[in-house]
T-cell receptor, first 115, second 113 residues
Framework: AQKVTQAQTEISVVEKEDVTLDCVYE???????LFWYKQPPSGELVFLIR??????QNEISGRYSWNFQKSTSSFNFTITASQVVDSAVYFC????????????FGKGTSLLVTP | KAGVTQTPRYLIKTRGQQVTLSCSPI?????VSWYQQTPGQGLQFLFE???????NKGNFPGRFSGRQFSNSRSEMNVSTLELGDSALYLC????????????FGPGTRLTVT
């Protein structure tokens, strides 16, 4: 069963629009970590954020922000004022002790930002 | 600090052959994990090595194997290649594994014909 669901396969926005990428996860562990990675066309996965299950505070880093809600098992990612350079595939991932800490990735959301 | 490096970047092999991919982690990182990325299955965990020992293994057949050297460099080997093994193979390193942040290399694009 898919443990991390990214329901949006592709999103297309015009530059300067805000966009939110959804991530829903499933776990029985009480301690777990959630991650977001960016994969530009070059192929290399770029680490964006790591959040543990005990820290539900939202986080902001420049134009990026993350909203973690345990009640809905969601860890959504918002890009404010999107730019063409944000075009990439974004992956949400779950790490659990019960799975040996391996990253369990969602299928990814392909974001296209057009001028 | 140099990032994770993987060699070669591209490979073309014939069905039935075997292949060895190499990964050099970030200096000081002792954990190396391997992932396979395909359009159909997405990103899937292969295995993790720490201090030359395989610590975790994903759900892949025994044709997929790996090892880690004393300098933390890692290799993965795929024997008796099948067409379905065509994929991007990504290596990730972290300080000690566990919940540590994993940093990925550029990947090796393997094409099996």
């Amino acid at each position: 069963a898919q443990k991390v669901t990214q329901a949006q396969t592709e999103i297309s926005v015009v530059e300067k629009e805000d966009v939110t990428l959804d991530c829903v996860y499933e776990t029985r562990d009480t301690t777990y970590y959630l991650f977001w990675y960016k994969q530009p066309p070059s192929g290399e996965l770029v680490f964006l954020i790591r959040r543990n299950s005990f820290d539900e505070q939202n986080e902001i880093s420049g134009r990026y922000s993350w909203n973690f809600q345990k009640s809905t098992s969601s860890f959504n990612f918002t890009i404010t004022a999107s730019q063409v350079v944000d075009s990439a595939v974004y992956f949400c991932a779950l790490s659990e002790a019960s799975s040996g800490y391996a990253l369990n990735f969602g299928k990814g959301t392909s974001l296209l930002v057009t001028p | 600090k140099a990032g994770v490096t993987q060699t070669p970047r591209y490979l073309i092999k014939t069905r039935g052959q075997q292949v060895t991919l190499s990964c050099s982690p970030i200096s000081g990182h002792r954990s190396v994990s391997w992932y396979q990325q395909t359009p159909g299955q997405g990103l899937q965990f292969l295995f993790e090595y720490f201090s030359e020992t395989q610590r975790n293994k994903g759900n892949f057949p025994g044709r997929f194997s790996g090892r880690q050297f004393s300098n933390s460099r890692s290799e993965m080997n795929v024997s008796t290649l099948e067409l379905g093994d065509s994929a991007l193979y990504l290596c990730a390193s972290s300080l000690a594994g566990g919940f540590d942040e994993q940093y990925f290399g550029p990947g090796t694009r393997l094409t099996v014909t």
